[in-house]
Structure formats: structure tokens, C-alpha cells
């Protein structure tokens, strides 16, 4: 499978925990993306890498969470301190360089806070 | 003003028949456009861009209206594995390149 690969798939936690989700992009693909989703939305930007640069973070994304993509290829989203509200899906894309490239998702990793 | 909006639903159609909805985007700088399609708890998939000239693929037919800043997708003869959250995205350019979505329309195709 060629695809974008996300681990864990499912991530249960108490609430001031660390967790740390791990993301395989597309492997000829340049740029990377982190997405967050909860029930009855769509996904919301949280940040995005082309190669190893961090480009761009969200105003979503608070001093809690830090993504990392050292080497250019898989990429990182570590969530410090888990708060209730972070309860929600986290959805890795890439894509080719290019605004008209389309994304290709991974299946997600679904986060519950207790 | 939301940035992507699209009508929740759901739409309950009859298999067979052709449903239609629209999204509209406010954001004029925006530069591309796509349907994602979503099945519950799964990932988004891409189920088509949408190019200026309008595009059809297969069952599929999308449109811009860049005036109007709307999208629409049409399907036709719809099977019952069409139902899902169909996915209004816009991509702004600018420095993010990063994609929004609408809330999506929730799309129930029944026998």
C-alpha cells in the first residue's frame, strides 16, 4: 500500500498526557499536512511541511502541540499536556508541490481524552 | 462569514435519481477547487477537482461559477453507494496551501 499511513489508528489517554501520532506521506510527495476533525465538521488546517520546513501552523494550533518532519519524509504531531478538547481526529494529507495538486489523506488517528 | 458553506442536509433521494448541491466560498483569490467525498469515521477521499471549464467524470459532473463564488456537484442515476458526506474544499494559495472545507452535505441514497 502506497497510500498515506497514520499510526495508532485509535489513541485513548487521560487528560494531561502526552501522546505522539506519526504520519508516512505518499513517498514522492513533497508537501505534508496535519488536519484535525471533530463530529459534524470538516477537517480544519492545523499546519503543513514542504520537505522538512514547517511552512505554515494554524492559529488552532496552540503552544501544546508541536509537529515535526526531521528528515523530509514521515512527520510527527505531538500533543503536550492533553486537554478534553482535544478529543477529535487527526488527519495526515500530501501532496505534490503546487496549489492545484490535490491531497491525499491517511485514515486518521483518533484521539480520546478521558 | 464562513469561509466554505454548504447546506448540512441530509438529502434523502431514491436511488436512480439525480441530486444536486452547491457550496459557495468567500474567499475571491481562491484559486482551486474540490469534492472530497467522506464515509462515516473514514478519511476524506478526493472524488474530483473542479476546473473553470466544468468537468464530468463518469456519473459525476462538477462546476465553478467563479461570479457567484459557487461550486456544484451533480449525480446523476445515484447508487446507493454514493450516500456520504460529500466535501466542498477550497484551496486560497497564499502562503497555507493548506485546503478548507465546508461542513460537507450529507447524502442518503435510499432503495
Known amino acids: 500500500d502506497t497510500g498515506v499511513s497514520q499510526n495508532p489508528r485509535h489513541k485513548i489517554t487521560k487528560r494531561g498526557q502526552n501522546v505522539t501520532f506519526r504520519c508516512d506521506p505518499i513517498?514522492?510527495?513533497?508537501?505534508l499536512y496535519w488536519y484535525r476533525q471533530t463530529l459534524g465538521q470538516g477537517p480544519e488546517f492545523l499546519t503543513y511541511?514542504?520537505?522538512?520546513?514547517?511552512?505554515?501552523k494554524s492559529r488552532l494550533l496552540s503552544d501544546r502541540f508541536s509537529a515535526e518532519r526531521p528528515k523530509g519524509s514521515f512527520s510527527t504531531l505531538e500533543i503536550q499536556r492533553t486537554e478534553q478538547g482535544d478529543s477529535a481526529m487527526y488527519l495526515c494529507?500530501?501532496?505534490?508541490?503546487?496549489?492545484?495538486?490535490?491531497?491525499?489523506f491517511g485514515d486518521g488517528t483518533r484521539l480520546s481524552i478521558l | 462569514r464562513k469561509e466554505v458553506e454548504q447546506d448540512p442536509g441530509p438529502f434523502n433521494v431514491p436511488e436512480g435519481a439525480t441530486v444536486a448541491f452547491n457550496c459557495t466560498y468567500s474567499?475571491?483569490?481562491?484559486?482551486?477547487f474540490f469534492w472530497y467525498r467522506q464515509d462515516c469515521r473514514k478519511e476524506p477521499k478526493l472524488l474530483m477537482s473542479?476546473?473553470?471549464s466544468g468537468n464530468e467524470d463518469g456519473r459525476f459532473t462538477a462546476q465553478l461559477n467563479r461570479a457567484s463564488q459557487y461550486i456544484s456537484l451533480l449525480i446523476r442515476d445515484s447508487k446507493l453507494s454514493d450516500s456520504a458526506t460529500y466535501l466542498c474544499?477550497?484551496?486560497?494559495?497564499?502562503?497555507?496551501?493548506?485546503?478548507?472545507f465546508g461542513k460537507g452535505t450529507h447524502l442518503i441514497i435510499q432503495p
Open positions: 513517498s514522492e510527495h513533497n508537501r
Open positions: 511541511f514542504q520537505n522538512e520546513a514547517q511552512l505554515e
Open positions: 494529507a500530501s501532496s505534490l508541490l503546487g496549489g492545484n495538486q490535490p491531497q491525499h
Open positions: 474567499n475571491s483569490a481562491s484559486q482551486s
Open positions: 474544499v477550497v484551496n486560497s494559495g497564499g502562503g497555507a496551501d493548506g485546503l478548507t
Open positions: 473542479v476546473y473553470s
